[in-house]
């Protein structure tokens, strides 16, 4: 899960990183309000969870309380990479002297935390070239140890009370990072004004299957459908195409889309029913889809812990219930395909073994008679 | 020869009173693999499926001597039950519990790799050598033997190219999943690792997906192999930023897209398959 800034830095004062004072407003006046008491220039940022807001436009500075309503009013109305704007954090105009990238994350082939630091901060890491990056695995057992963090000030040229600072902030970081239970936690940038150091950003991902551990505010804004799945427990990802995808397995799923993609169609969701998924949760699932109003439904089942009767019987109930108008293509296979296939035959659906079959009905690709590819 | 598991393997199931746990022990035992024990904390004395339960892994393991140990334990629990098992002298841990929290995933990691043992999962369908010994809940019956070494990041695509390989008379010496979560124990190179030293595999089928960098790292490995490798990657149509399922599956910022995948395991040496069903083909290119 993804904080907003302002709930980032709320996080990282109660860890003692500095952040420049400001809040977050929701209305014009509020911002007004703000600005009135910090007293000085402010910065009027979006809080919206996509990235590139800077560029976007979403990051506008003000020299007095009512210039700092009249941006707040324009950043209220904004989009964002599709995010609505609904809130604004309203902080003091920092001088900035150096800006300094700071982030840790997790780094999947080691399989334990990295620290990554640049003095070329400002800008997306991805676009600082790898002689001006320092990185550091911070072994599970042991945490991180001032001295690592000496050495990593040293290495970017920090030194005396800045490189001090610095440190006391990666320390704090790494805390904070293994307490949250974040996948990721960034500062970008980590700014020098003047003698102080200051989180002028801060990011803070949290793992969602850590999430029963921690008490924190739901920022996750779903779609409608997006919301419908979640609550049978299942994920769900619009796409562009037309062919409604239902599979178990997120891996046979995104094989599902790339098929039919190779028959020059496209799916229009991904939708994973997992491994085990019952009668009830399937069921809810095609109705979802078949309202989603595909020009075909696409059924791809390779049954493990997933039962072909089951199913065949979810799809049958919502047949019944007549919700299910579109064309429906479907493959089964695997545990009880026999039963399954059974079920569906005797209403009058034909159900393929073959995924190559299926996807290229679902795709409108008939096969051209034989093993022409061979 | 095969690879993690055999005719050898005596099984510890933790967690074999759950709903999941004992419907699994039944099918693991009906399969054929030796199962030693089981272990719930306060069900000492209960028996699933004629397999006897104890209190502890520590007492379970005194008294019958697995060594493997397949975690069938809810994900808050997880990281205490994986260091349980570690502690005890288990030397191979197969976690089959989906949404393990990541940082329990790397300290499991970590506590493993300090005592010599070999973690697979969180988040896998198992490890199967087929006709001899299964440790998870794939469907037995789409695996025949044979001599083609199987490694994978997701189930049921991996019971879909199993299918397709076995339909056209290449079996399987072990099919391995590795799991579909950021943090897993072994990894592609580790799994490949074994594959290259054992006997019976003659060639190996590498199933991947986007997101994360465990196949380029792969690639690497491959170039140094003498087993003929053939790829199949999921999520060549999957948009950027969206994670598609498996909390690895998200292209980021163009890394770990398809195209850089397929570019890397080609210049390691691997065949790319572009659909599922030609997985077989240029498998039999080289057996």
Redesign the interface.
Known sequence: MKLYEYMAKEVFQQYRIPVPRGRVAAEPHEAEEIARELGVPVVVKVQVLAGGRGKAGGVKFADNPREAKHVADELLKMEIHGYRVRRVLVEEKVDIDQEIYLGITIDPGDRCPILIASSHGGVSIEEVPDKHIVRERIPMQWGLYPYQVRAIAERMGLDGGLGRDFGNIAIALYRLFREKDAELTEINPLVVSGDQVLAADARLNVDDDSLFRHDLPDTEKLSEIEERVAEIGLSYVQLEGDVAVLANGAGATMATMDILQQYDSAAMNFLDVGGGAGVESMTEALRILADTGPRVLLVNIFGGITRCDDVAEAILRVQREGVLRDPLVVRLIGTNEEQGIDLLEEEGITAFRNLEDAARVAAGTPASGGAEED | MAILIDDKTKLLVQGATGHQGSFHTRLMSDYGTRIAAGVTPGRKGEEVNGVPIYNTVEEATQCHGPNAAILFIP??FVKDAAFEAISAGLKLLVIITE?????????I???AE?KDVRVVGPNT?GIITPGKCKVG???GQ?FEPGPVGLV?????????IA?NLCQEGHGITTSVGIG?D????M?FVDILKEFEHDDETEAVAL?G??G???EE?AAEFIKTMDTPVVA?L??????VG????????IVE??RGNYASKKEALEEGGAAVA????EVP?LVGEHL
């Open positions: 994900a808050p949404h393990v929290p990541l940082h329990d995933a790397m300290e990691m970590a506590y300090e369908f809940f794939m469907p789409i994978s990041r997701s189930g049921t695509l991996s019971y879909e299918h579909g950021r943090v897993v124990g990894n199933v997906e986007i994360g960098t465990a790292e199949y999921a999520g060549k149509s999957a948009p969206k994670r598609m399922g498996h909390a690895g599956a910022r163009g572009a659909l599922p069903w083909v």
